[in-house]
């Protein structure tokens, strides 16, 4: 991925022996997400419940690869899916939140079929969490944890990311103000957190990392539930360039990040750095 250096997308037997291998470094989950073929795009994104998706193939296939060994994290949201690029079904230039919430928990219930471990809806449309939680339940499927992305902004810093799953080019210049939080905006993070933990949400997530650390240490000190952060690829891109170019000492700056994290009280990090961090800290 240009945006990404160092960060490929992987086939589906390329991804069992990276789960392989993050079990060997003792990293106890992987994060995973589709560049969906653009042929498969439509506006109802209806590849998302397709149970036989590369998503559904993709963990199956780690499943026969490791087992229990390794945790699977499955993102929830539309965009990978949709011709226009939004988390969520759009109509008359609006998206509309009950409607997805329909596809999201057929989507989730693929997923947790397919032997997910944790469904992590990053979509933020309301009222989602129980609406999943209560399909998951219904379906046999009440081990299976959410890990809610309560605290999603609409920042700038997800641009590779979107150049990875190739939504980038989808949404245009489109906006999610309307439905991801304004990065002006702090106790609404709290009040979003709140509603998905009384829903039934076992974990929850702020993204992007670095520039929300407050927002972290305000979740994790307010509701002492696990906090997870996840350092998002516009972070990784910055510090992968600057020390490219011999600007920054990478070892040190992304060890540093990471330690930043965990003194806001995080009680885990997502991070394309993970096995590279996992190699450091094992060496000592």
């Given at each position: ?5 160092g ?11 990276a ?16 560049a ?46 949709s ?17 997805t ?7 989730s ?14 979509d ?8 999943i ?8 499927f ?13 920042s ?13 080019s989808?949404?245009?210049?489109a ?28 974990s929850?997530?702020v ?21 997870f ?8 891109a ?22 930043a994290?965990?003194?806001?009280g ?11 961090v996992a ?6």
């Amino acid at each position: 991925v240009p945006s990404l250096p160092g960060v490929d997308r992987l086939g589906t037997d390329e991804v069992a022996r990276a789960a392989a291998s993050a079990c060997e470094l003792s990293i106890p989950a992987i994060a995973i997400f589709p560049a969906t073929d653009p042929n498969l795009k439509t506006e109802d994104a209806r590849e998302a419940t397709n149970p036989n998706n590369l998503i559904c193939q993709t963990v199956r296939r780690i499943k026969q690869e490791v087992g229990d060994e390794l945790g699977v994290i499955c993102d929830v949201a539309l965009d990978p899916y949709s011709s226009h690029g939004h988390d969520g079904l759009v109509r008359d230039g609006e998206v509309i939140n009950d409607e997805t919430i329909d596809v999201l928990c057929q989507q989730s219930l693929v997923q947790a079929q397919a032997g997910c471990d944790v469904i992590a809806p990053s979509d933020m449309m309301d009222g989602r969490i129980g609406r999943i939680r209560s399909a998951l339940d219904s379906e046999g499927f009440s081990t299976v944890q959410i890990m809610s992305y309560a605290a999603k902004y609409a920042s700038a810093f997800y641009g590779p990311f979107r150049d990875a799953v190739g939504s980038g080019s989808n949404l245009g210049g489109a906006s999610k103000l309307t439905y991801q939080q304004s990065p002006t905006q702090s106790n609404e993070a709290l009040h979003e957190v709140s509603l998905d933990l009384q829903e039934g949400a076992d974990s929850v997530m702020v993204k992007p990392g670095m520039p929300y650390l407050d927002i972290v240490e305000r979740v994790s000190s307010e509701f002492q539930v696990p906090t997870f952060v996840y350092q998002v690829s516009g972070e990784y891109a910055m510090l992968s360039a600057a020390a490219e170019r011999g600007w920054l000492d990478r070892r040190q700056t992304v060890l540093e990040s990471l330690t930043a994290f965990k003194r806001a009280g995080a009680a885990g990090v997502l991070t394309y750095f993970a096995a590279e961090v996992a190699s450091w800290l094992r060496e000592g």
